[in-house]
């Protein structure tokens, strides 16, 4: 009675959607603790929820190829309007946190530098092959036809990324750390860190010693 009498309240769609997305959520994700919906998943064989799992509404979740596999922890939190994509491999630990519009991929369309994993497609399917230094992409081809380059990533346990952070292909993220609203992270980050900007930069890190937030 009382979720019906909530339900019929001047928040009547936000409530309605709730209760649906629960009942389908002890459906189809019984091990989850609530998806919102609408989400968007692709190639889920391939994408793994961890126990406790929860996510905001219009979340795109996208693991393509023989090869990718896209891993959550357990107790892991996303908000709203989140793409998460990956043709190899994304780690993400378990407790971390995920604010909305945070977008994490582990691949790019085309080959800029050497030494990197590529997925080409072929009939339609994403296939795993080396790539020579020789077959950079020429930027007279279309990027939209051009192979995609990938690296895995790896973020550690308790880890908050903030509102519209970008995580680029080969990125891992130490246990603990925070990444500021609006930041692009291009290189690794330590565990137990603050980092913000464009590229994102450490500002602060934590002092066991002293249990304090220390600026860099």
């Excluded at 977008?103 to 997925?119: K, Q």
């Excluded at 609203?181 to 565990?191: E, I, P, Q, R, W």
Aim: glycine share 6%.
């Amino acid at each position: 009675m009382k979720l019906l009498k909530k339900l019929f309240t001047n928040n009547f769609t936000y409530n309605y959607n709730l209760f649906y997305s629960y009942i389908l959520t002890k459906i189809f994700y019984f091990n989850c603790r609530l998806i919102r919906y609408p989400i968007f998943i692709r190639g889920k064989n391939k994408i793994y929820l961890g126990k406790n799992f929860t996510c905001g509404r219009f979340n795109r979740i996208d693991a393509f190829g023989e090869n990718a596999e896209i891993k959550f922890g357990s107790n892991v939190q996303i908000n709203d309007y989140n793409h998460i994509a990956a043709v190899s491999k994304i780690s993400i630990g378990d407790d971390c946190l995920i604010a909305s519009n945070v977008f994490i991929s582990d691949h790019n369309h085309g080959i800029f530098s050497d030494h990197t994993l590529a997925a080409t497609v072929v009939n339609n399917k994403f296939r795993s092959v080396q790539r020579s230094v020789h077959l950079h992409t020429n930027p007279s081809d279309f990027y939209s036809q051009s192979d995609l380059s990938a690296k895995p990533i790896f973020i550690g346990n308790n880890v908050w990324l903030g509102e519209s952070v970008i995580i680029l292909p080969g990125i891992k993220i130490g246990d603990g750390s925070i990444v500021g609203a609006g930041s692009v992270v291009t290189k690794d980050l330590d565990s137990l860190s603050i980092y913000a900007g464009n590229p994102a930069r450490k500002i602060k890190f934590f002092d066991h010693k002293r249990k304090k937030w220390i600026k860099v």
